[in-house]
């Protein structure tokens, strides 16, 4: 499966893509990660979240880069869901601002691997990872992912409706936390 | 804290619900001191705006003291014990529509961008109180509010004006404004407005403040016509007269040069047989839209001049009359209110006694009886023109 989307961020080339090139980033916006770690100049290992399959992890390499411009990677060994991607920084006509240009393929298992990552990815799997752009969007140009009482938690925020009432949450919705 | 919540459709109940929290490092909360019932809240109690749920609370004109602050807003901007006056639309600053002071379409604000985009082709910027299709916040028809951005959008008062002097920054008279503005006003126009509601009223004031020659008020209630009368405005009541007749009469065969359409998706109209089909399209929700006022204000419209839209539409129309529009080169321009924009100049048009917006109070009531004030707001009884609550 191959997926790309595409936003512009109020800030230079180099800003956004020095933000992409640290990896251990990528968990604050893209919803199916937990954790990336970096092991090496070039090499990572990415933990995926739990609306992706639990317990999922496999290391990735970078295997093209341009500084400023560009971004691509892809999983190495006998990763679980092996995937690999692009990340082109363009700057925009205004002169000020960046865009960016994501692509990402999957190579989607089947059992039971498959069909969790499957169902993440639901009937419009674009639509998980424009969501992951906003989010960029969000925390490059402000600083944090936005939350709103309709949709607390942020990059983990599933729903968009039917969504829990836009009323400030309990403290017993505050010490839960977001469900996982 | 208590809070006036939807609780389906043509239902409000004030309730109790959680007292909010700082939840993004660049949020306030901030202690209620007076808000108010907007014409758009009865869009959404009347079922015509998708994606409100049961408990939502209501909400996005408000103002009150500043109790708390997230850790990323600077003092100089926002500190523990200042008075604000809080715009509607929520928006972060920093992205290219904040750059181009299109606040109400802020990129970043909307946490559920994806139901906006689908609806309308791009996302729009988070609203208190007004669906989760403008991002699910919580209103400011309660004891407290969560801000967010509080360093971007809430406007200090550092002067001694009262609570309603300065309240309708957060909305109706920004909108009434941006509605006279979008008309490139000249000192020889005539400009006529359609709808003599809150907002009605303050885009004629503004039309006059910003130096039309005549300001024409369209309605059916005899108390708001009379209450633009009053103003200095002329009032054409469309029940009793032919609208189209009596504005060429008043503009000598011309048409009105500017016409602002401040009524919105729940038009009523004259002629019966018009007023069903769109209300009969309305209620199956094969249109979402009663247009009718912005389809009068087109044909009415003289030839090359502006109909500039501060009603409230939330999907699509039928019947848009096209024709009229193209043949007759005018210029369409709308938008939500870019509160953000207008709300330090405004108060200084305040502070200089050229705006009064307290003229149009007509009812005060504890937020306790917020079901009371929707209910005469929407049904027009006891002459209500605007409703302020009291938490």
């Given amino acids: 499966m191959e997926l790309t989307a595409t936003t512009t961020i109020r800030k230079p080339t180099s800003e956004v893509y020095a933000f992409w090139r640290d990896l251990e980033n990528l968990p604050t916006f893209m919803a199916h990660l937990e954790e990336v770690r970096t092991t090496g100049d070039r090499t990572s290992r990415w933990v995926a979240d739990a609306p992706f399959g639990k317990d999922i992890a496999w290391n990735a390499e970078i295997v093209d880069e341009t500084p400023g411009e560009k971004i691509a990677w892809r999983s190495t060994g006998d990763a679980d869901v092996p995937n690999a991607g692009t990340v082109r920084f363009v700057r925009a006509p205004d002169g000020v601002s960046t865009e960016v240009h994501i692509s990402l393929v999957y190579d989607i298992p089947g059992g039971t691997i498959g069909k969790a990552v499957a169902k993440y990815f639901g009937e419009e799997p674009h639509q998980q990872l424009d969501d992951d752009l906003r989010r960029l969007k969000q925390v490059i140009e402000t600083g944090e992912v936005v939350r709103s009482d309709g949709a607390p938690w942020g990059k983990r925020a599933r729903e968009e409706f039917p969504q829990r009432p836009a009323q400030p949450l309990s403290d017993a919705e505050l010490a839960k936390g977001a469900d996982r | ?391």
Avoid at chain 2, 128 to 156: E, I, N
Avoid at chain 2, 261 to 276: N, W
């Fill in chain 2, 1 to 391: 804290m208590r809070a006036n919540t939807w609780a389906g459709r043509n239902k409000v109940e004030v309730r109790d619900v959680p007292d909010p929290r700082i939840l993004n490092r660049r949020d306030a909360i901030v202690k209620i001191t007076s808000t108010a019932i907007c014409g758009s809240d009865l869009h959404l109690v009347d079922g015509y705006v998708p994606t409100m749920q049961d408990g939502d609370v209501m909400g996005h004109e408000f103002m009150g003291e500043v109790i708390e602050v997230g850790p990323d807003v600077p003092p100089e901007r926002l500190r523990v014990g200042d008075r604000v006056v809080v715009p509607f639309p929520i928006a972060c600053g920093a992205c290219g529509a904040c750059a181009a002071e299109l606040y109400s379409c802020c990129e970043n604000t909307n946490p559920n961008a994806g139901i906006a985009e689908k609806m309308f082709g791009h996302p729009v910027a988070g609203i208190f109180g007004y669906s989760h299709l403008t991002g699910g916040f919580a209103g400011g028809q309660a004891q407290y509010a969560r801000v967010p951005f509080a360093d971007v959008g809430p406007l200090k008062i550092e002067s001694d004006l009262a609570d309603e002097q300065v309240l309708f920054l957060s909305d109706i008279l920004p909108t009434g404004y941006m509605g006279a503005e979008m008309c490139d006003i000249q000192p020889s126009d005539v400009v006529a407005v359609w709808g003599a509601g809150p907002v009605g009223q303050f885009a004629m004031d503004s039309a006059r403040v910003l130096g039309a020659a005549k300001v024409i008020a369209i309605d059916k209630e005899p108390y708001r016509l009379q209450m633009a009368e009053r103003a200095g405005h002329i009032p054409v009541n469309f029940e009793e007269v032919d609208v189209r007749s009596r504005l060429l009469e008043l503009t000598g065969g011309r048409g009105p040069d500017k016409c602002i359409d401040a009524v919105g998706l729940e038009a009523t109209h004259g002629s019966a047989h018009v007023a069903a089909y769109d209300r009969v399209k309305q209620a199956v929700r094969s249109e979402t839209e009663r247009p009718h006022a912005l389809r009068q204000a087109i044909m009415s419209c003289r030839s090359g001049g502006v109909v500039s839209v501060i009603g409230v539409y939330g999907g699509l129309m039928d019947k848009f009359p096209a024709g009229a529009w193209m043949n007759r080169s005018l210029t369409l321009r709308t938008g939500q209110c870019h509160v953000q924009r207008y709300m330090k100049p405004l108060l200084k048009r305040i502070e200089g006694g050229e705006l009064d917006p307290t003229r149009i109070i007509t009812h005060r009531l504890p937020l306790e009886e917020a079901e009371h004030g929707f209910e005469i707001f929407k049904n027009k009884e006891d002459h209500c023109e605007k409703v302020v609550l009291k938490p």
